[in-house]
């Protein structure tokens, strides 16, 4: 059971708007604490996709946005692509377990 | 450019230990820290704990407290994660990354397999 709680799936078709939630709870985002955001192509290494609740590293596409509010963060992709396909996991830092958690990890599938 | 480059693909018997070394290169090693996250076979990720390179002190996921030893020489610019007392669930493919906080560069991966 993970801390950070995520949907297992989320679909969407070529150039929809998808978004995949993060809830956490009042010892991680409701403390104040970042989220942060993964994308896992099949097979690869996973890969920083937006740090501190909304911020993009460099060389990823604006389609990709974060936000936070209260308890819950979301990862919204507009303009999908089918090379969006893949694993996406939230992490934060819990103060009850003194330690970095992630979600359970939502599987993205472009119809 | 920042590289992680880790260790190859053990295999181990059960109650066994593994070390998995990760080099890195392309940026000051002691600016930041490191953590250690490994992923099960069809699994999610999952944290193990994280080592300040500056100072060696260590922060260990609940989890796997007594059982890992996270290190680092900063001479070789090369960290370390010593997992003990293996068991079949350990079986997983072991990531060290660069933590300001999130994880912004990963290794490519250390296959472990724990089979008897």
């Known amino acids: 059971q993970s801390v950070l709680t995520q949907p297992p799936s989320v679909s969407g078709a070529p150039g929809q708007r998808v978004t995949i939630s993060c809830t956490g709870s009042?010892?991680?985002?409701?403390?104040?604490?970042?989220v942060h955001w993964y994308q896992q192509l099949p097979g690869k290494v996973p890969k920083l996709l937006i740090y501190?609740?909304?911020n993009r590293p460099s060389g990823v596409p604006d389609r990709f946005s974060g936000s936070k509010s209260g308890t819950s963060a979301s990862l919204a992709i507009t303009g999908l692509q089918a090379e969006d396909e893949a694993d996406y996991y939230c992490?934060?830092?819990?103060?009850?377990?003194?330690?970095?958690?992630f979600g359970g990890g939502t599987k993205l599938t472009v119809l | 450019q920042v590289q992680l480059v880790q260790s190859a693909a053990e295999v181990k018997k059960p109650g066994a230990s593994v070390k998995v070394s990760c080099k890195a290169s392309?940026?000051?090693?002691?600016?930041?820290?490191f953590s250690w996250v490994r992923q099960a076979p069809g699994h999610g990720l999952e944290w193990m704990g994280w080592?300040?390179?500056?100072?060696?002190?260590?922060n260990y996921a609940q989890k796997f407290q007594g059982r890992v030893t996270m290190i680092t020489d900063t001479s070789t610019t090369t960290a370390y994660m010593e997992l003990r007392s293996l068991r079949s669930d350990d079986t997983a493919v072991y990531y060290c990354?660069?933590?300001?906080?999130?994880?912004?560069?990963w290794g490519q991966g250390t296959l472990v397999t724990v089979s008897s």
């Open positions: 990354a660069r933590d300001p906080n999130y994880f912004d560069y």
């Open positions: 392309g940026y000051t090693f002691t600016s930041y820290g």
């Open positions: 080592i300040n390179t500056y100072n060696g002190n260590t």
């Open positions: 009042s010892s991680n985002f409701g403390a104040g604490y970042d």
């Open positions: 501190s609740d909304n």
């Open positions: 992490q934060s830092y819990d103060s009850s377990l003194s330690g970095r958690v």
